[in-house]
């Protein structure tokens, strides 16, 4: 642990606690949210091929993901960390030009 807190810049066990706990909880509801909005969209895995269902299912899950990461992160008082996170994620995955302002 004492890695981890020194690689996210945190010095308190209670600040690592709730952002571990902002991680599962985002995981968690990007999860539960992505089966009723594919079901909205039409896309069940009654009526579509199961690798184009879970294809679907985990490029939704991946936008929702962001959202509730730094909305929940706010609602527990970690925002900053969040943010920054967030900004460094997508920065590797090519979207540094939105920061860039």
Known sequence: MKKLKARWGI???WQLFIILLVFAITGSSSAKIAG???EFLGIT???THWSIYWTLRILL?????QVLLVSFGWIFGQFQ???AFEKKMLSRLGFAKMFNS
């Open 61 to 65: 899950i991946f936008p929702i993901y």
């Open 45 to 47: 895995s009654e009526t």
């Open 36 to 38: 009723p909005l594919c």
């Open 11 to 13: 010095d308190d066990n």
């Open 81 to 83: 960390f969040f943010w």
